[in-house]
Nanobody, 126 residues
Framework: QVQLGESGGGLVQAGGSLKLSCAAS????????MGWFRQAPGKERDFVAG????????SYADSVKGRFTISRDNAKNTVYLQMNSLKPEDTGVYYC???????????????????WGQGTQVTVSS
């Protein structure tokens, strides 16, 4: 079965960096776009970044453009999120996700995604 597992979260001061990883298993990783989302306490789960199957195309939320970079290593079945210049408002639980379908474009709506990891907590202190 499809399994996604995030790691790399933690506590960091504002201006610092973290790199999240999401290891995938149970399917052909290179056939699917991947997405990163985050959820702050009391708020909805929001799109952060997405990457196409081969990694050639990426998409970012406006709030993270220029600070975050999504990448993937299809040989390792892993997608990454490099987060630089972190701000307190970046605090939340970060999830990687995959859609049910392997076709179409990178989607930004969480409702379009079927498979989710357990999440990893990122806390940015001011």
């Amino acid at each position: 079965q499809v399994q996604l597992g995030e790691s790399g979260g933690g506590l960091v001061q504002a201006g610092g960096s973290l790199k999240l990883s999401c290891a995938a298993s149970g399917y052909t990783f290179s056939n699917y776009h991947m997405g990163w989302f985050r959820q702050a306490p009391g708020k909805e789960r929001d799109f952060v970044a997405g990457i196409s199957r081969g990694g050639a195309y990426t998409s970012y939320a406006d709030s993270v453009k220029g600070r975050f970079t999504i990448s993937r290593d299809n040989a390792k079945n892993t997608v990454y999120l490099q987060m630089n210049s972190l701000k307190p408002e970046d605090t939340g639980v970060y999830y990687c996700a995959r859609r049910q379908s392997s076709s179409g474009q990178i989607e930004v709506a969480s409702s379009k995604y079927t498979y989710w990891g357990q999440g990893t907590q990122v806390t940015v202190s001011s």
